[in-house]
């Protein structure tokens, strides 16, 4: 490990993680195409997943080791945030494409649909109740992550960090569980059309990513104890939180669209409203298919359709 002093930037020596990482890579993805082939092997992902877990933390632990030892430049600091930003910006791209292929099919339902969204069959989950708290939660967990940071900036090492990350950990924790929970309880799966599958795919990302970014805080709690940060030197936690923030940004707009909006509940709570007397001035030209799907036996009065718009 040796810095050019006549050079801005610090040029890593030959390392093995890279390689490993790959290698591991690989043979996640093979063991994931097996087992969607339902021919698993055990063995391949274990020992993917054990190399992966052992070459990440060693990558990590050098590069921990570098910046304690100086080699990172103010020039070298402003190109890791970069990096972070831009692989946020990748991650945004990734989550568009998602809300992309929901939109695509929920504003325009075609006859395989049978014209309405949520397709026929699909009972849609209750906005206002599980997704509800776990948007309270993430909410939440954005501003105790917060709050570490401005202590952190503050000098505080002892009390308000510690207390502000163990409390978004708790959070991260908590909505993974009630998302697996949701997950057992729902009527319909990822093969139940499109919408099951652009639900479970949006909703099970952003989970994973709630996991990675979990796992991230956790790792800058250990960091913390151990004296690592300062008030201006923090980078690592402060790239945290902007993946976090991402991840908190991205759960709102979710639970909106996918839940409230397109969910056919929004719909619903405007009918209600107006106890069904909206259609002579709101929706005299609008076809069926517009109305949010709801079973025929559990129908209310006021949102049966009138026969004259049904023609």
Known sequence: MNRNPYSRYYVPGPSPWPFFVGISANGLAVGLILWLHRSPS???MGMSISCMMLSTLSWWRDLIREGDMGFYTR?????FRDGVALFILSEVMFFFSFFWAFFHNALSPSCELGMRWPPPGIRTPNPSSTSLFETGLLISSGLFVTQAHKSMRLKDYDVGPFIGLL???LCGAVFFLVQVREYYWNSYSIADSVYGSVFYLL?????????????WLMVSLARLWRGEFSSQRHFGFEACIWYWHFVDVVWVSLWFVVYVWFGGWLYMWWFKMWDGDIYSFKYRDLKPSWYAYIQEEHCPSWYKVPDWLKS
């Open 42 to 44: 055990y063995l391949l």
């Open 167 to 169: 409390m978004t950990i």
């Open 75 to 79: 020039f070298v600091i402003k190109s």
């Open 203 to 215: 909703t099970g990302f952003h989970g994973a990513h709630v996991v990675v970014g979990t796992i």
